[in-house]
């Protein structure tokens, strides 16, 4: 079920973890981040990166049309990208202790993301 509750006809959405008044990076990394997660591996690194260029040229100027910001802020978004990769990482560890149930696609991301937080890295580093 995780996020859907059905009762009938009606289906009821429902997902508040991420609502939340923060940073407006947090805005751009949140989505960023979910859409890159799911690229594991060495040929995932790749991906990624292409991923997240094009989410960024298609994501940042609507953005600013809503809320502009000076583009200098735009090099802490690997910073950013840290915090989101701990907030999940600690998500995961919750939710499956020890790693249990976890398919083989949890666990490589685990190991990745245990291995980038270790080396003080983003999952995608566009600045440097």
């Not at 997902?15 to 979910?34: C, H, K, N, R, S």
């Not at 591996?41 to 094009?54: H, K, M, N, P, W």
């Not at 100027?61 to 000076?70: H, I, L, R, T, V």
């Amino acid at each position: 079920m995780g996020n859907v509750q059905r009762d009938g006809a009606t289906i009821t959405l429902f997902d508040f973890d991420e609502a939340q008044y923060g940073w407006f990076l947090d805005d751009i990394v949140t989505p960023m981040y979910y859409l890159l997660y799911v690229y594991g591996g060495q040929e995932g690194r790749a991906l990624r990166q292409s991923q997240a260029q094009r989410f960024l040229g298609n994501f940042l100027p609507g953005y600013q049309e809503a809320f502009w910001f000076d583009d200098r802020w735009l090099i802490n978004i690997p910073l950013f990208l840290q915090l989101r990769e701990v907030i999940v990482y600690i998500g995961m560890c919750k939710n499956h202790p020890g790693l249990a149930n976890l398919n083989q696609w949890g666990l490589d991301f685990m190991a990745e993301a245990r291995l980038r937080m270790e080396q003080g890295e983003p999952i995608v580093n566009l600045w440097s």
